[in-house]
């Protein structure tokens, strides 16, 4: 290129402009009552209907907005044109086709809007992930900007598949109290015959800085893991997780969460909830209706029962939040752990890692819910957007053919009763299943912490119940440090790692995928244990202590512990609680209350910092969370806090 006039076309078919067009023929239905009292937008909408090629006689149907995460531009053969970021949203476009032509048929105006999502596991590691997190309560605004900037819609029907948009999502239809919605979850992609899945091949560099695997095993490794260009990935992580969940509070239709993508079930989804969502419509059946305090508690259940993501404790209390219902507490989530045995065989927990498709043909959520049901742990009167009660919905499960064809499906094709992938309470006992989480506190985490203690190997529990350690800690201010120390084998059997400072004000609160899943694929990483006041991706597992608050740059203990530090973590795998206690410097031994006492004299460390890196969007992200009640209560926007601390900031001034 030597100049400007290399950057544009010369052909003559640039000159080639028009000025003018005859425009749409027809006439608008307008009323003489709509051109007195309309709106001009309303009237110019329907200007608008026409001009983007609607019939005009029809351009005052109802209206009906679909909003997705769709990414990347694919071409009818589904050869790419442009990628997406991630396989979750790849093909969710054929989902809002397939709504949009049910919508059609309706006798109504389908209207798509949209808004990409990122993926966590190709920002694992990377400063990407800064943006993570706070994505979610970004898109989520958008998502109701969208919805309210149409101002006509009778109802929205919400896409999206993976770990941050589907929350948005959920959280965005949540928020719009008022307006009859549908969640459609994105499904999952599918594992390869053979070769490893999402989660395993996200280690392929430490394996191999080990020695465990060669560069060819991991370059084909790396080829196979996403076998099908669809659907969230194939474990129990944070996007499978939330369809679980989304499921469960009613917003989406029975049946519908880890649907594999592409296939004739998954696009049926997308054609009923559009039914379902103009049967609300006619029924005047809101958000508001749908989502209340017993629909948020079957969440939680569900969720305990699957073995669900620790991420879902920051989502659930944020959707409850947008909904405006009370969120819910430790001691509520402590609750219903102790109460709900964890009834799923599936990656990463086990004992069998079934992949998500399995889980789906085995009856997904209702097969589970019908369990929950026999041990009256459910709210089986709450109204679901089929239009039923949840209790309805089951009662037609237990005998629907779909039901049978499903499990009959799994058992032809690879072997496997649904059984064994849905354990029956007694069953799962017997399998030595434990509740989902644990919710350590101790002089480390004085405000609380999590750990997936169903996720801890049972060769390092106690026959008591109870996981234990004791150990010197080696501590890190960012992640790249701690994975560079595990993959040059500096980190040893017995170590307690502590990862501080990235939390919501060091990082956006990034996920650490990268250290967790080096760990469960390393031989000895299940004798090192983890605290951070970071979270992990769904499909982490070990000893794994998360959501550590206060964190660190917030004046927390775990930002006050020094190399050699001495930490004892004991977790009740059976009470759902334990403890995470500084107990000695060196190799001096002392109580927990000591070291209380000693941390409270400490300062701060003083490599302890934001990451330099950080957006400054993620900095403004931080602050507003954290005024809006932190980590515990979701990391949410909440409006009226954070305008009481700017007026008594302005005040003090």
């Given at each position: 290129?030597t ?15 028009k ?11 307008l ?32 209206q ?9 531009v ?33 006798g ?17 590691g ?13 898109a ?17 029907l ?6 941050k948009?589907?929350p ?27 070769g ?28 196979r ?39 004739p ?33 079957n ?16 989502h ?25 045995p ?63 064809r ?30 989902t ?89 299940k ?79 003083t490599?302890?910092?934001?990451n330099?890196?950080l ?9 507003l ?11 949410v ?10 007026q ?6």
């Amino acid at each position: 290129m030597t100049g400007i006039q290399d950057l544009f076309g010369s052909g003559e078919e640039i000159y080639q402009v028009k000025t003018h067009a005859p425009g749409p023929a027809g006439q608008l239905p307008l009323t003489e009552e709509q051109l007195l009292k309309s709106p001009s937008g309303d009237l110019f909408g329907l200007s608008q209907n026409a001009g983007m090629g609607w019939d005009p006689a029809q351009a005052g149907q109802k209206q009906f907005l679909i909003l997705s995460t769709q990414g990347g531009v694919r071409a009818a053969d589904g050869r790419p044109i442009a990628l997406g970021y991630h396989t979750g949203h790849w093909e969710i476009g054929l989902l809002v086709q397939a709504a949009a032509e049910e919508f059609r048929k309706l006798g109504v105006i389908p209207f798509a809007g949209f808004c990409s999502d990122p993926c966590d596991g190709r920002t694992q590691g990377t400063a990407g992930m800064f943006d993570s997190l706070p994505y979610r309560n970004d898109a989520a605004i958008v998502f109701r900007r969208l919805a309210r900037s149409l101002p006509l819609r009778a109802g929205v029907l919400g896409i999206a598949t993976c770990d941050k948009g589907l929350p948005a999502m959920m959280m965005a239809v949540a928020g719009l109290r008022e307006l009859p919605s549908v969640v459609v979850p994105g499904g999952v992609t599918l594992p390869p015959t053979t070769g490893e899945d999402a989660g395993m091949v996200q280690t392929i560099g430490t394996r191999y800085a080990h020695g465990l695997i060669s560069l060819s095993e991991a370059a084909e490794a790396g080829c196979r893991a996403c076998a099908t260009p669809g659907g969230g990935c194939q474990f129990l992580g944070t996007a499978a997780t939330a369809q679980v969940v989304g499921e469960a509070l009613g917003i989406s239709l029975t049946h519908s969460a880890l649907a594999p993508s592409g296939q004739p079930v998954w696009l049926d989804l997308a054609r009923s909830s559009a039914q379902a969502l103009h049967h609300l419509e006619s029924r005047k059946l809101a958000m508001r209706h749908i989502l209340t305090p017993e629909s948020i508690r079957n969440a939680m259940t569900v969720h305990a029962a699957f073995g669900g993501s620790t991420n879902l404790l920051l989502h659930i209390p944020a959707i409850a939040h947008a909904a405006g219902l009370k969120p819910p507490t430790v001691e509520d989530w402590i609750e219903v752990n102790r109460k709900v045995p964890r009834l799923v065989s599936v990656l990463p927990n086990g004992p069998v890692h079934h992949p998500t498709v399995r889980v789906f043909l085995a009856g997904g959520d209702p097969e589970v819910m019908l369990h929950l049901r026999r041990l009256g742990l459910l709210q089986e009167d709450v109204l679901t957007v089929t239009g039923g009660t949840l209790k309805e919905n089951l009662d037609w499960w237990e005998k629907s053919e779909r039901r049978r064809r499903f499990q009959q499906i799994l058992q032809s094709q690879d072997g496997v009763s649904a059984g064994e992938v849905i354990l029956a309470p007694a069953e799962a006992r017997e399998r030595g299943l434990t509740s989902t989480l644990a919710f350590p506190r101790g002089n480390l985490a004085p405000e609380g912490s999590i750990v997936k203690a169903t996720a801890i190997d049972p060769a390092v529990v106690g026959a008591d119940g109870f996981y234990r350690q004791e150990g010197p800690a080696r501590v890190f201010v960012n992640e790249s440090d701690a994975i560079a120390a595990i993959k040059q084998g500096k980190v040893k059997a017995g170590d307690v790692m502590v990862l501080t400072g990235v939390g919501p004000l060091g990082t956006g609160m990034e996920e650490t995928y990268q250290v967790t899943g080096a760990l469960k694929h390393l031989p000895f990483g299940k004798q090192v244990a983890l605290l951070t006041d970071a979270r992990f991706s769904g499909v982490s597992t070990g000893a794994c202590v998360g959501h550590i608050g206060p964190e660190g740059l917030a004046g927390g203990p775990i930002g006050k512990v020094l190399e050699g530090d001495v930490i004892r973590i004991e977790i009740d795998l059976k009470r759902n609680q334990g403890t995470i206690d500084l107990v000695g410097e060196g190799a001096q031994r002392f109580s927990a209350a000591e070291g209380a006492a000693r941390l409270a004299r400490r300062a701060s460390r003083t490599d302890l910092a934001a990451n330099p890196g950080l957006p400054e969007d993620t900095r403004l992200w931080a602050a507003l969370q954290l005024a809006g009640g932190g980590t515990w209560a979701g990391c949410v926007y909440d409006a009226e806090k954070i305008i009481q601390a700017l007026q008594g900031s302005r005040k003090s001034v």
